[in-house]
Every structure is written in C-alpha cells, then in structure tokens.
C-alpha cells in the first residue's frame, strides 16, 4: 500500500521534499489541478460546485534536527517537533538527503549514578554516532541544520494491524490520497500541508488562499488504550473506528459538521468513537484562523506510541477513515 | 432591571454556541435600518450608516463555559473546560446543559465535574453525552448602589452597550461596524476572521476588566467611577490615535475615565494584526469578581460608557 511508501519517507518539517514528490506523482492522476505553494504546500483541486471543502493532512513528521559537532566526531541535535526526552536513546537514524545512519548514544549504565538511572536525561546529553573517528570526518559528511529521522521500517503485524514511524500525519495523507480518487460534487481541496508540527504554519497559507467553508482535517492522533490507563483517559482507542474531535487547544470544531459526520456514521454502519480529550492541537487551528475562517471539524485514525520512533495502528480504523469521509463528502453540493 | 439586559445574560452562549445571544441581538435590531450579517465562525456584523471612514465597535457574545469529555458508570460527568479561567472561582453552583439539563459543578483533584443527579451511565447518555457544552446559570439582580448581579455578565454587558448605541445613531457620515463577536475566551478566535472581513481604520473593543476594589484586589479599578481606558494588556498596546479619541470625548462629556495596564487578553489582540492593520484599543467596565456565578457590575459605568462611545460617532 502507499501508506508503506509515504510512511518509510524522511520528512521532518521544513524537508518535505521526499514526501511531497510522492503524493505529487499520485494526485495527479486523480484531481484536476495540482499547484506547490510558496511554504511547500500541495493544494490538489477536484472542481466541483457547492460548498468549497478543504481536505487537509499534513506531510511532515517529527523527527530531529543536527545542531553541532562534538571533537570526538559525534553529532549534537535536537527535536524538530515534539519529541519527548525518553524517546531517543538506542534508536538508529538516517540523517539527511543521503541518509547516513546514525545511533543515538547514551552513557552506560554502569557509568550511570543512582540519580541518572532514575532520571530522564535530556537532548544536551545525547549524541547522535554516525561512525566517524574525528569531527573533521564528520563535517564532510553531515552539515549543521540536516534533518534526522527514525529508521523505522513499515510493515504488518498483529492481526490486521501496522507498525511504522510517522504515521502522524502520513495515515491522514495516504487517507487525502484515497478521498481524491472518488467523484464529488462539492469544490474540494485536498492540501497536504507542511509544518503543522512546529505549529501549523503550512495551513495559514494555503486556507488563505482557498477560503473554504469547511475544513475537514484528518489526524494520526494520540491512542491510548494501555492496559494501566483509566477509562477517562483513553483519549482513543484502537480498532473502535475514526476518532471525531470535540475540542483541543488550537479549535472547537464545529458541532454542526460533526453532528453531520456522525449521522452519517450511523446510516452507514461505519464504527466511529469521538476523541475524548481536549488537548493537543492540528491544521484546524490553522484554517479557521485565516482569512475569513471556517467551520472545520477533525477525522483521526488513532495511533498508538505517537510522536516517538514507531507507531501502530489498525487497517479497519484506516479503511472506516476512508469511507466515513468519502461518505460525508458524498451528502455535499 | 433593563429586559434587553436581563434576556442577554440569561440566554445560552458558551464560546462556540452563542446561537441564542446572536438571536436575542438580531431580534433587537429589526426596529433599526442596518445591514446584518452571519459569517462562517457565527459572528454578527451589523453596518449602520454610509461614508468615507470606517469604524468598528466590538463585543464578544460568548461566556466561558464547559464541555464533556467523559461520562463515569456512576453518571457523574467529567468536563473540560472552555476559556481561561479559575476552577475554584466557579465551583459548587449549577450550571445548564443546552438543552436544560442542570447540575451541580463540582471538583476533585482538579477534575471538574457535573453531577446531574442521575447514577448510572447509561440513563446519563440519554440526555447529555461527550461534546455537550454548559454554562454557569444563577439569576440576575440590581443590588445595592444601582449594581447588577448575575453570571455572564462578561461580555452581555458589551452586547447590551452596543446595541444601545446602534438604537441611539441618527445622520451619521461614516460607516459605523457593530461586531458581535464568538470565541473570545478561547483568545479572540472570531473577531479576527471578522476583522479580516470588515477591514475598518479604527476599533473599540468593549469588554469587562476585573476591578480591584475587593480584598486582595490587584489593582486600582473602582467599581462605579467610570470606564476604563486599557492602555495594554497581554495582546494589545492601545493605539494612540484610540486613546486620544476616548480621551477628547470623555472631556467632551465631563465623563470620569480610569485607567489600567492589564494581564487579560482582547478581541483586539487578534483583531490589530489582521490585513493592512487596525488601529484598536478597548474601553473596559470595570466588574468585580469577572468569571464566576455573581459578577458585578455598575449601571453608572454602563451608561458612562454608552456616553462616551456615542461622543466617537
């Protein structure tokens, strides 16, 4: 499947390219015009009358960015995103467009104190090895400001369920690209948007220049379905269909549009859960905080371990994603 | 007690579903000739008059409020909340579903919740499920020295201004904006796309600022001696041209004016950035204890705050 292809690509944000020319290549086939905005922005347009949708998942993931040399040849970074401290050591990297590998070092454990043994440590005391002996070796083959990205690799496992890095947002654009292959009648915009991790600063641009009535976002977002979480905590759960947003800190979503997507949830037989927490943030803030506004609303495949090296998920809940929005957009214009 | 006043603060209008504000405002407004709109994020543009300066009066419709995120066997009712604000300050009262439903508030360990007096999930779900949004509810009084009482004041109170200064407009030579604005507390969410629309030269905000009057009050706002000129807060520095304009008609009227650096947040501060820019600045009313069940406020400061607005037009 694509998802495998789209979620293998490096893309941190600000280094969409590699992610960009794939989904370029495949919508083409399937919208009526493709333009690459100035920020990076594919803004893929299916003509069609009625109300004007903008579809949007964004391309880039977290990851890291290198930020210095050390003089035994190893490499300083930081996150691109928000990756939490705990996340990093012992994971191997490819960084930038060669992608040279890397593993993130960590102290030994016998070196270790008492105190730092308990403690989470933080990026400045983490490097990246990339094998090099000198920092000399090392600068001619890394440059400050190259991207990092996990090595993950996609794959299936479980019971229909996949593993693999990004999926944050790659599942929501694997799930655009899918939406763009059926006919409409309403005016649809898919965009696959740069820079939401670092506060969607993608989505201003290309909402403001389509001006939509609604946006409708799609997510990989925050599942939390642990054995030692509460109920109340479960965010969302795996395998109990798309995840409707009620709230987060960037909008709340239009009630109008949800009601809507959740009646057609419920005509259609397709399982659906809303997303029971109020945190975290998406393009969403983005659209309706440009030009003229809009009333926007949020679809998200919950993925298991966001933001860290790897993610799973479940093919049920990416496919009930597809139709519940091809469904939707079916009811408009 | 002033009926326009007395439905506005009653009326449902959490951020995001101020519906029942905007119709008691639109509804008020048909014995006057203006042009209304609605536009996507729910906000009220009202345009009165004809030339070539544009100015824009803004208020915000929605009050702070609460939303579900998860309901326990046990039928309490977990909520979040909507605006920034102190859970200890709205705690042990009642507080309304939109769809009537009332209970109690109440909180443990920083978790909020409703308890409609119903113990089991699943009877629970048939009246108020996750996304379900409620409002403080109490009654509303003047008391004491011609002082209102009563929850929602912040920004009915702004409402209510306006809308006596668009009823009070007569041969004006300028385009004159009255924004009803939505999801100020969740920082200034509609007023911008409204903004962006309208594009006018200057605005006023009008909004509540919390008097420092009380025990362990922060700062030198009274309650009752006049409204106040914001020089900045958290998101605005008042523009100049704004201040000299509030200034000159204040004098203008023999109206007493106090002023205030705050740490709130305005409708202006999204509202300045938008396009070309926007010369704003915002007249606040003093009100004590803003965000609670009994917010006060003074009807003197209401009326002196029409007065000097009016001086503008």
């Given at each position: 499947m694509l998802l495998e292809a789209l979620s293998n690509a490096s893309g941190v944000s600000g280094y969409e390219g590699e992610v960009r020319n794939i989904i370029k290549e495949e919508v083409k086939k399937y919208v009526d015009e493709v333009i690459v905005n100035r920020m990076g922005n594919i803004i893929a347009h299916k003509k069609g009358n009625g109300p004007k949708i903008i579809i949007d998942a964004h391309m880039d993931e977290v990851g890291f960015i290198i930020t210095g040399y050390n003089e035994d040849g190893t490499l300083r970074f930081h996150s691109l995103g928000g990756i939490n401290n705990k996340i990093p050591p012992a994971k191997v990297v490819f960084i930038g467009k060669n992608r040279i590998t890397g593993v993130i070092g960590i102290k030994p454990i016998h070196l270790q104190n008492k105190k730092e043994k308990e403690k989470c440590m933080s990026y400045s005391e983490y490097c990246i090895d990339i094998g090099a002996n000198s920092k000399e070796e090392t600068k001619r083959l890394v440059k400050l400001g190259d991207n990092v990205v996990f090595n993950t690799m996609f794959s299936e496992f479980g019971k229909g369920l996949i593993k693999g890095k990004a999926f944050d947002d790659r599942i929501g654009c694997a799930i655009l690209i899918e939406v763009l292959k059926e006919n409409f009648n309403c005016d649809i915009y898919g965009t696959f948007n740069v820079q939401e991790e670092v506060g969607e600063r993608g989505a201003y641009t290309s909402s403001f220049a389509i001006n939509p009535d609604i946006g409708i976002v799609i997510e990989g977002t925050v599942c939390a379905d642990m054995p030692n979480i509460p109920d109340?905590?479960?965010?969302?759960?795996?395998?109990?269909?798309?995840?409707?947003?009620?709230?987060?800190?960037?909008?709340?979503?239009?009630?109008?549009?949800?009601?809507?997507?959740?009646?057609?949830?419920?005509?259609?037989?397709?399982?659906?859960?809303?997303?029971?927490?109020?945190?975290?943030g998406n393009d969403g803030g983005a659209i309706h905080m440009s030009g003229k506004g809009a009333k926007v609303a949020t679809i998200s495949v919950p993925c298991r371990y966001i933001h860290s090296s790897v993610s799973v998920a479940s093919l049920e809940d990416y496919k009930n994603t597809c139709n519940l929005i091809i469904e939707y957009l079916k009811t408009l214009g | 007690m002033d009926k326009l006043l007395n439905n506005l603060v009653n009326a449902f209008g959490v951020s995001g579903s101020e519906g029942d504000v905007r119709n008691i405002i639109k509804e008020e407004l048909k014995d006057i000739q203006c042009i209304v709109n609605e536009d996507k994020l729910g906000n009220l543009i009202v345009k009165l008059g004809e030339g070539q300066e544009k100015i824009m009066f803004c208020a915000h419709m929605d009050s702070i409020g609460f939303i579900v995120t998860f309901i326990e066997e046990s039928g309490l009712i977990r909520v979040g909340k909507i605006g920034d604000f102190s859970s200890s300050d709205v705690i042990n009262n009642l507080v309304r579903f939109k769809n009537g439903t009332l209970g109690k508030l109440t909180?443990?360990?920083?978790?909020?919740?409703?308890?409609?007096?119903?113990?089991?999930?699943?009877?629970?779900?048939?009246?108020?499920?996750e996304g379900d949004i409620a409002s403080l509810v109490g009654s509303c009084?003047?008391?004491?020295?011609?002082?209102?009482?009563?929850?929602?004041?912040?920004?009915?109170?702004?409402?209510?201004?306006?809308?006596?200064?668009?009823?009070?407009?007569?041969?004006?030579?300028?385009?004159?904006?009255?924004?009803?604005?939505?999801?100020?507390?969740?920082?200034?969410?509609?007023?911008?796309?409204?903004?962006?629309?309208?594009?006018?030269?200057?605005?006023?905000?009008?909004?509540?600022?919390?008097?420092?009057?009380?025990?362990?009050?922060?700062?030198?706002?009274?309650?009752?001696?006049?409204?106040?000129?914001?020089?900045?807060?958290?998101?605005?520095?008042?523009?100049?041209?704004?201040?000299?304009?509030?200034?000159?008609?204040?004098?203008?009227?023999?109206?007493?004016?106090?002023?205030?650096?705050?740490?709130?947040?305005?409708?202006?501060?999204?509202?300045?950035?938008?396009?070309?820019?926007?010369?704003?600045?915002?007249?606040?009313?003093?009100?004590?204890?803003?965000?609670?069940?009994?917010?006060?406020?003074?009807?003197?400061?209401?009326?002196?705050?029409?007065?000097?607005?009016?001086?503008?037009?």
């Open positions: 109340y905590k479960k965010a969302t759960e795996i395998g109990k269909g798309p995840a409707i947003s009620i709230m987060d800190e960037s909008s709340l979503f239009s009630s109008q549009v949800s009601r809507e997507i959740i009646k057609i949830a419920k005509e259609k037989n397709i399982p659906y859960q809303l997303r029971k927490s109020i945190a975290g | 909180l443990n360990k920083e978790q909020l919740f409703i308890d409609i007096g119903v113990d089991r999930k699943d009877r629970v779900m048939q009246v108020v499920t009084h003047e008391i004491g020295e011609e002082n209102i009482i009563s929850p929602n004041l912040d920004n009915r109170i702004g409402c209510y201004i306006l809308l006596r200064l668009a009823k009070g407009l007569k041969n004006i030579d300028k385009e004159v904006y009255f924004l009803f604005s939505t999801q100020h507390e969740l920082g200034g969410r509609g007023a911008r796309a409204a903004a962006h629309v309208i594009s006018p030269e200057y605005c006023i905000v009008v909004d509540l600022e919390e008097a420092g009057d009380v025990f362990g009050g922060k700062n030198n706002i009274k309650l009752g001696k006049g409204p106040i000129i914001k020089v900045m807060d958290k998101t605005l520095i008042m523009h100049e041209d704004i201040k000299k304009m509030l200034e000159k008609s204040a004098e203008k009227s023999k109206l007493q004016v106090q002023y205030l650096v705050s740490n709130s947040k305005s409708d202006g501060g999204t509202i300045h950035k938008e396009g070309l820019g926007i010369k704003t600045g915002e007249l606040s009313i003093p009100c004590r204890y803003k965000h609670c069940f009994s917010e006060i406020v003074n009807i003197k400061d209401i009326e002196d705050s029409i007065k000097l607005l009016k001086g503008l037009i």
